[in-house]
């Protein structure tokens, strides 16, 4: 089995259903079979294209995503989807990376081809809307012959601690969480699942494109991404049953302005940890299930969810999905009981086949076959997983261990917060010492003396925030994490100010 033939399965038992909803245009499994193996077609014999080769995919979301997506897993090759949010130089240096040589855009990355045509000479650029559905090929091909250990993805990691790393998954770690998450949310024919994060994202890839395809289910593919009511009319009018969002759009769906009576049956949280208040707010709200979960890019991406059934536990990722063991390691390596903080570690068919040309990464991620993640966490009693931070964000205070997502939890329950981060900026005498970023409520002001008191109460002194400020919005990427880099260059930009104004003053 194969991606390819998943879809031609799907498309046999499914051939007349609405595989994508694009507002009032509708996409048919045998309208998708038909644009997956036309574009596979034009790839081989215009772009020489070939079994395992690396195609880029630089597009917005957009219906033609599924077709190209399928078509080039069709011809053999792998797909390297592209975060259009990046610049140029940062595009160069993927396709570089993993020797791309043929590249699907559309005009409005037009800039961004442009100068990727000139950093990338031997670059074949080729357009959506130079190939309209209804061109007339030569006819449908055969897929190619592939096998479950045959590449099928190159998904580059966000590059937080350096450059980005391209995670290798193969189609059978795909077909593997795909199976694993279809247990998990008791994924029907009859489901639409909502897609409105960007394509590119590996959480969006395997539960928003993926899944719902394989298992004959439809997408309900969002046109106006930046307006939350009118995805919540298109939710509605479409009877849309299952969301995987960001916590910050579950944020925005608590407003009293959004409405409450919706046809959704289950709600995903994935991307970025979603802070209790988030979802007590919701709960307080809605009837339907608001689950967390945990992913990354190198486990194809999900790892754990809290179960349908329940409970469900606040602040938890819930348990492992079917087939996925997650365990809990300490410094020394040793596997820690319930209730003892240490890395993350996962091991599973949906486990990365390692990153692409990066032998030594690769050996230091995955050791005996388990996955390091780089999260630090613990597991309770009942075998629920709890992220406590990621480990490049724990800060050491005077060599005490000290975890922002801790004491972002509390401020966010401060009255007139809706957001907060925390970073770790160095301190001469401590080591290192916290430092919070804030985004009041419209409205709110922020009432500092009363913040601090109420950390204090809370919190052990070395944990309080050595400054907090105020920012209109956090810096996040396309998939809704906080940049917590460019917080700490802030942070040291307005440090640098204040010093010269001292020196000045002086």
Avoid at 263 to 290: E, H, T, W
Avoid at 392 to 421: H, S, T, W
Wanted: glycine share 8%; net charge neutral; charged share 20%.
């Amino acid at each position: 089995m194969n991606l390819t033939l998943a879809l031609a399965s799907a498309t046999q038992r499914c051939s007349n259903k609405t595989a994508v909803y694009w507002g009032e245009t509708e996409y048919s499994y045998r309208e998708l079979w038909t644009q997956a193996t036309r574009w596979s077609e034009r790839l081989q014999q215009e772009h020489g294209v070939k079994p395992g080769d690396r195609v880029g995919v630089l597009l917005k979301n957009r219906p033609e995503y599924f077709a190209v997506l399928f078509g080039i897993l069709h011809a053999g090759a792998a797909v390297v989807p592209i975060n259009h949010f990046l610049k140029p130089a940062e595009v160069a240096f993927m396709l570089d990376d993993c020797g791309v040589q043929s590249l699907v855009t559309e005009p409005c990355a037009g800039e961004t081809a442009a100068a990727l045509q000139v950093a990338c000479p031997k670059l074949k650029i080729l357009t959506v809307e130079e190939w309209a559905p209804g061109d007339q090929l030569a006819g449908a091909i055969a897929p190619r012959e592939t096998a479950e250990s045959d590449l099928a993805f190159i998904i580059y990691t966000s590059g937080t601690t350096g450059k980005p790393k391209g995670a290798m998954l193969t189609h059978g770690n795909l077909l593997h969480n795909i199976n694993s998450c279809k247990q998990a949310l008791s994924t029907l024919e009859q489901d639409r699942f909502v897609l409105l994060l960007p394509m590119f994202h590996s959480f969006m890839i395997c539960v928003g494109m993926l899944l719902p395809i394989c298992a004959g289910a439809s997408v309900v593919l969002i046109k106006s991404v930046n307006q939350p009511k009118t995805i919540m009319q298109e939710i509605v009018s479409l009877r849309a049953t299952v969301l995987p969002a960001i916590p910050p759009f579950f944020r925005t769906m608590t407003d009293p302005s959004m409405p409450a009576d919706l046809p959704l049956r289950i709600c995903i949280s994935g991307a970025a940890p979603l802070p209790v208040q988030v979802l007590r707010d919701f709960n307080r709200k809605f009837s339907m299930p608001l689950l967390e979960g945990y992913g990354l890019s190198e486990t194809s991406p999900v790892v754990s969810l809290n179960p349908i059934p329940g409970p469900w536990k606040a602040g938890s990722i819930g348990k492992p999905i079917a087939n996925v063991e997650v365990r809990v390691r300490g410094a020394s390596g040793q596997w820690l009981p319930p209730g003892e903080i240490g890395e993350l570690c996962v091991r599973g068919g949906n486990v990365m086949k390692g990153y692409w040309n990066q032998p030594q990464a690769t050996a230091d991620a995955i050791r005996d076959g388990w996955l390091l993640t780089g999260d630090v966490g613990c597991q309770d009693a009942d075998g629920y997983f709890y992220i406590t931070d990621r480990k490049k964000d724990m800060l050491l205070v005077n060599g005490i261990n000290v975890y922002p997502r801790e004491i972002e939890e509390l401020i966010c329950q401060f009255p007139g917060v809706r957001e907060a981060a925390v970073a770790g900026v160095p301190n001469p005498k401590k080591g290192e010492q916290p430092v919070a970023w804030i985004v009041l409520q419209e409205g709110a002001v922020l009432r500092e003396k009363e913040l601090f008191h109420f950390l204090r109460e809370r919190l052990a002194g070395y944990k309080l925030p050595r400054h907090i400020y105020t920012v209109p919005a956090l810096p996040r990427n396309g998939t809704g994490k906080v940049l917590k880099t460019e917080l700490r260059a802030k942070w040291r930009e307005k440090e640098e100010c204040e010093e010269a104004r001292e020196i000045r003053e002086a």
